[in-house]
């Protein structure tokens, strides 16, 4: 707690439902609207042409964007090289907890990260603890573990309760992308 009363929360987005980035999203608009700094990091993704990688671009005097991933893990041809973007990629979250600018920091699909053993949820708590008092995280993804959810003071979880995805609809720009 800061010494106005302000917490940083650790916010959890999971859940097989779709909505969990684009929940981030809006809350990083919501506080770049109070003229808050913001860095998202994309973990995983990074091989669409997603809108808010243009979009951002906007907002380029308060939010910093970075995407390490190289597309989705379970399509990769070389996991090797996705574990070394993915350690660049928790390289930079711990360089933005020290450097401590930001009001809000997004770490959006850290969660497959711990899915593939390339970091552990104690490392992450671990990280997160050194962030200044007043400094939100989000963290987005399927399958949040236990230790995750337990040290988090706001966990949604989004349930599929329908997708266009199973009417044979495929990904469409500005809904997906
Ligand atoms: P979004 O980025 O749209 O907010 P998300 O972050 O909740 O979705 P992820 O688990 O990160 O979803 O999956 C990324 C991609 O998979 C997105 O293109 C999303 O539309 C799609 N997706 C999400 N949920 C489902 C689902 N239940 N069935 C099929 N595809 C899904
Ligand atoms: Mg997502």
Redesign the pocket.
């Known amino acids: 707690m800061s010494e106005n009363g302000q917490k940083g929360l650790l916010i959890v ?1 999971t ?11 809006g809350l990083t608009l919501r506080a770049l609207g109070h003229g808050h700094r913001v860095c998202f990091i994309q973990f995983i ?1 990074g091989s669409w042409k997603y809108g808010e990688l243009t979009a951002v671009e906007r907002f380029a005097d308060l939010l910093d964007f970075h995407v390490m991933g190289r597309g989705f893990t379970w399509k990769s041809d070389d996991l090797e090289k996705d574990a070394a973007a993915a350690r660049e990629g928790w390289e930079l979250v711990q360089k933005i907890i020290a450097e401590g600018r930001h009001q809000l920091v997004v770490l ?2 850290l969660t497959y990260l711990v899915r593939y053993n390339m970091l552990s949820e104690q490392e992450i708590l671990d990280v997160l603890a050194r962030r200044g008092p007043s400094v939100h995280v989000v963290v ?3 399958g949040a573990g236990e230790q995750l959810m337990q040290a988090a003071d706001l966990v949604t979880e ?1 349930r ?1 309760v329908k ?1 266009p ?2 009417q044979g609809i495929k ?1 469409q720009k500005g ?3």
């Open positions: 987005y859940g097989n439902g779709k909505g969990k980035t684009t929940a981030a999203l993704k959006d699909e987005t993804g399927r989004l599929e997708h995805y199973r990904a809904i997906e992308f």
